[in-house]
Antibody, heavy 120, light 111 residues
């Protein structure tokens, strides 16, 4: 059974960088066939796709986040990470890491979510 | 504003059936069969209920079904149960630059 778990600071100051890590257990990121993704949800609002990474290192990002977002892999630790720079209060949200198959057959595994608050 | 349009709320009594619509465009729902539906209970992560518009993952009740016609996808829940009360989100592959788009979510109330 694949499990995902987000970790990282729950409070980030405005203009600083948000960093989160997703640790995958029960399966190897190296296995291929899946995209490892980040999705966020502001309180009381809907889901927003942030971006994804493949085992090859290929990435895709939501253009609404511009150049502020970077997703990376650490296969030695079976982890992938999110960096979001120059954060504002609008970036306050629950951040989820999730897995989607290469064929696009839905996000089948999700982490429990990590609340990140941007505040001074 | 979300890329996909869902009704804000729907309701039904136990045992009844309800349908939640998800309207996109010819650039997402209308072109790709990669529509998925998620159930989210309060303070929980979303759970995949339907993928590829009409397929159910193993372990999901057959009371949940999905369909798609043109630019609109639909989720139907039959034999409503109290445990079905949750938020439901649709999601579609969109290609282009924003690869995946979500609906704004629909709150299902079981009366």
């Amino acid at each position: 059974q694949v499990q995902l778990q987000e970790s990282g600071p729950g409070l980030v100051k405005p203009s600083q960088t948000l960093s989160l890590t997703c640790t995958v257990s029960g399966g190897s990121i190296r296995g291929g066939g899946y995209y490892w993704s980040w999705i966020r949800q502001p309180a009381g609002k809907g889901l927003e796709w942030i971006g994804r990474i493949y085992i090859s290192g290929s990435t895709n990002y939501n253009p609404s986040l511009g150049s502020r977002v970077t997703i990376s892999l650490d296969t030695s630790k079976n982890q992938f990470s999110l960096r979001l720079t120059s954060v504002t209060a609008a970036d306050t949200a629950v951040y989820y890491c999730a897995r989607v198959s290469g064929s696009g057959s839905g996000y089948d595994y999700w982490g429990p979510g990590a609340l990140v608050t941007v505040s001074s | 504003q979300s890329a996909l349009t869902q009704p804000a709320s729907v309701s039904g009594s136990p045992g009844q059936s309800i349908t939640i619509s998800c309207t996109g465009t010819s650039s997402d729902v209308g072109t790709y069969n990669l529509v998925s539906w998620y159930q989210q209970h309060p303070d929980k992560a979303p759970k995949l209920m339907i993928y590829e518009a009409s397929k159910r993952p193993s372990g999901v009740s057959d009371r949940f079904s999905g369909s798609k016609s043109g630019n609109t996808a639909s989720l139907t829940i039959s034999g409503l149960q109290a445990e079905d009360e949750a938020d439901y989100y649709c999601c579609s592959y969109a290609g282009g630059s924003t690869l995946w788009v979500f609906g704004g979510g629909t709150k299902l109330t079981v009366l």
